[in-house]
């Protein structure tokens, strides 16, 4: 069983930046692909970035592509997502999870483990 909890969100002005964290429990992090999806109000959950079990690899949605960075700290038990020139659009609940399987999926269910979401808001 691995428990993740998330850290960062607040409230930040268009273009400015926010670092998330995500501190997982256990000794299996490193066998994980970690993930972030975000959800706006009224929207479904969707998929932001995604990162393998080594870091070498990551994914990002079109959206954040050239402005977020997922990043991992395997020794820390730790993913983090910098978020850079951020929009109002950007607003949203942002989860981290994470899950053993044998590919880099974008859908929720492709994931075993989840936090319980930290709040960004993006002012204009």
């Known amino acids: 069983q691995v428990q993740l909890v998330e850290s960062g969100g607040g409230l930040v002005q268009a273009g400015g930046s926010l670092r998330l964290s995500c501190a997982a429990s256990?000794?299996?992090?490193?066998?994980?692909?970690m993930v972030w999806f975000r959800q706006a109000p009224g929207k479904e959950r969707e998929f932001v970035a995604a990162?393998?079990?080594?870091?070498?690899?990551?994914y990002y949605a079109d959206s954040v592509k050239g402005r977020f960075t997922i990043s991992r700290d395997n020794a820390k038990n730790t993913v983090y997502l910098q978020m850079n020139s951020l929009k109002p659009e950007d607003t949203a609940v942002y989860y981290c999870?994470?899950?053993?399987?044998?590919?880099?999926?974008?859908?929720?269910?492709?994931?075993?483990?989840w936090g319980q979401g930290t709040q960004v808001t993006v002012s204009s």
């Open positions: 999870a994470g899950g053993n399987t044998p590919w880099v999926g974008q859908r929720s269910r492709d994931y075993n483990y």
């Open positions: 256990g000794r299996t992090f490193s066998s994980y692909i």
């Open positions: 990162i393998t079990r080594s870091g070498s690899s990551t």
